[in-house]
């Protein structure tokens, strides 16, 4: 069974960096496609960046393009979110997903089978 683990959440005031992380546990890293998906009070869960299994694909949501990063350390078992530039309208809980599978829907938070509980990213104006 496959475990994720969000860190590295907290408040910061616009304009600030975050670095998220996602450690997963009970597979090989390796194997999964990992994604972060995010939720805004009284808002559904939305895309904000995929990887793939050896990282050498990347693609975001426009709404963070040129903020955030998106990286992994398959050894590590880490999957990491570089979040520059922060806006209040980034505040949001960020959830870890992950599946074995690529998906064409990859923005759909159905097409991953995984999650971590998540972790709260505060921006103040």
């Known amino acids: 069974q496959v475990q994720l683990v969000e860190s590295g959440g907290g408040s910061v005031q616009a304009g600030g960096s975050l670095r998220l992380s996602c450690v997963a546990s009970?597979?090989?890293?390796?194997?999964?496609?990992i994604g972060w998906f995010r939720q805004a009070p009284g808002k559904e869960r939305e895309f904000v960046a995929d990887?793939?299994?050896?990282?050498?694909?990347?693609i975001y949501a426009d709404s963070v393009k040129g903020r955030f990063t998106i990286s992994r350390d398959n050894a590590k078992n880490t999957v990491y979110l570089q979040m520059n530039s922060l806006k209040p309208e980034d505040t949001a809980i960020y959830y870890c997903?992950?599946?074995?599978?690529?998906?064409?829907?990859?923005?759909?938070?159905?097409?991953?089978?995984?999650w971590g509980k998540g972790t709260q990213v505060t921006v103040s104006s």
């Open positions: 990887i793939t299994r050896s990282g050498g694909s990347t």
């Open positions: 997903a992950a599946d074995k599978m690529y998906s064409s829907t990859y923005y759909l938070a159905a097409s991953y089978d995984f």
């Open positions: 009970g597979v090989p890293l390796s194997s999964l496609i």
